[in-house]
């Protein structure tokens, strides 16, 4: 998940935990909702405070977290690469497919060639044998 998506998905979490509860929730509630091990919510928690997107409230017993400026998220890079890197990917499947077609298909000529040409030398020595037996 790249940095863009996932600042949204903690921010909306952090949203939608706020109006629930009327006050801001706790990190281990944000990242109970999204799945996230707390580790890693603190790791997501200080990244988006460095960029000024969520504000940490600490107390002795808890970490609680608030939207300071959600308009930040914008600036963060999104992963667009992967997409690109799949397109190409896609493409070049699709090009080594269409590659092994073309060499199937040129197999199948040839050996219809050489079954031809077997019958050919075939018919040709049955008729040379038929000759043969016809002449005495």
Not at 59 to 83: M, R
């Amino acid at each position: 998940m790249d940095a863009y998506t996932e600042a949204h998905l903690f921010v909306a979490a952090t949203r939608v935990l706020h109006h629930k509860g009327g006050c801001p929730p706790a990190l281990e509630d944000v990242c109970a909702l999204l799945g996230f091990s707390v580790e890693l919510g603190h790791t997501i928690s200080r990244r988006l405070e460095k960029h000024g997107i969520v504000e940490i409230l600490t107390d002795p017993f808890s970490v609680k977290l608030a939207v300071a400026n959600h308009l930040e998220i914008e600036k963060l890079p999104k992963q667009q690469a992967e997409e690109n890197s799949l397109a190409k990917e896609l493409e070049k499947f699709q090009s080594e497919k269409k590659s092994t077609e073309q060499k199937v298909a040129a197999m199948q000529a040839e050996m219809a060639k050489k079954k031809q040409d077997l019958f050919a030398d075939i018919e040709a020595k049955f008729r040379k044998e038929m000759e043969k037996q016809k002449k005495p």
